[in-house]
Antibody
Framework: EVQLLESGGGLVQPGGSLRLSCAAS????????MIWVRQAPGKGLEWVSA????????YYADSVKGRFTMSRDNSKNTLYVQMNSLRAEDTAIYYC?????????????WGQGTLVTVSS | QSVLTQPPSVSAAPGQKVTISCSGS????????VSWYQQLPGTAPKLLIY???KRPSGIPDRFSGSKSGTSATLGISGLQTGDEADYYC???????????FGGGTKLTVL
């Protein structure tokens, strides 16, 4: 059974940093691209970043480019996003999701999400 | 403002059919596959449709998808109260070099 379990969310002050993790199980992690998607309170889905199966290629939304860094450790079946210079508008539930076909067009499994709150 | 445009809400009675539209451009829907997600209250999104009209294992055939030009449509027939949720379309956008989602449509089953 495929499982994705995010962790690392919490309350952080504006300008602060946070690292989220997503532990994967039930599939060959290194074979699949992965993404982070966020959802601000009461709002829709917003793609944050994506990474290839090998980790050699990363992609970022303009809203986080230069502040967020996505990575993966295939030996630990774990996905990460390092979030720096956090702003109030980064407050959201952050989900990791798996891309089954490597085209970043659809995502078949999602974690339960971890809440990040940026506030003083 | 989302790149893909969906109606904010739709409603229908139990047992009826409803459609949800998703409008984009040649940069996204016009040249890429569309997917649809269901998000029940307080839960993570769940994939309903991929590659415009394919259903993952376990998704009932009450859910259907179609695409024409730069628009896509999700159909839900035999509506049940358990279908009340937010529904999102998604695809790849060539101009933005990333996945994009619609703003979401809240389905109410009256």
């Amino acid at each position: 059974e495929v499982q994705l379990l995010e962790s690392g969310g919490g309350l952080v002050q504006p300008g602060g940093s946070l690292r989220l993790s997503c532990a994967a199980s039930g599939f060959t992690f290194s074979m699949y691209a992965m993404i982070w998607v966020r959802q601000a309170p009461g709002k829709g889905l917003e793609w944050v970043s994506a990474i290839s199966g090998s980790g050699g290629r990363t992609y970022y939304a303009d809203s986080v480019k230069g502040r967020f860094t996505m990575s993966r450790d295939n030996s630990k079946n774990t996905l990460y996003v390092q979030m720096n210079s956090l702003r109030a508008e980064d407050t959201a539930i952050y989900y990791c999701a798996k891309d089954p076909r490597g085209q970043l067009e659809s995502f078949d499994y999602w974690g339960q999400g971890t809440l990040v709150t940026v506030s003083s | 403002q989302s790149v893909l445009t969906q109606p904010p809400s739709v409603s229908a009675a139990p047992g009826q059919k409803v459609t949800i539209s998703c409008s984009g451009s040649s940069s996204n829907i016009g040249n890429n596959y569309v997917s649809w997600y269901q998000q029940l209250p307080g839960t993570a999104p769940k994939l309903l449709i991929y590659e415009n009209n394919k259903r993952p294992s376990g998704i009932p055939d009450r859910f259907s998808g179609s695409k024409s030009g730069t628009s896509a449509t999700l159909g839900i027939s035999g509506l049940q109260t358990g279908d009340e949720a937010d529904y999102y379309c998604g695809t790849w956008d060539r101009s933005l070099s990333g996945p994009v989602f619609g703003g979401g449509t809240k389905l109410t089953v009256l």
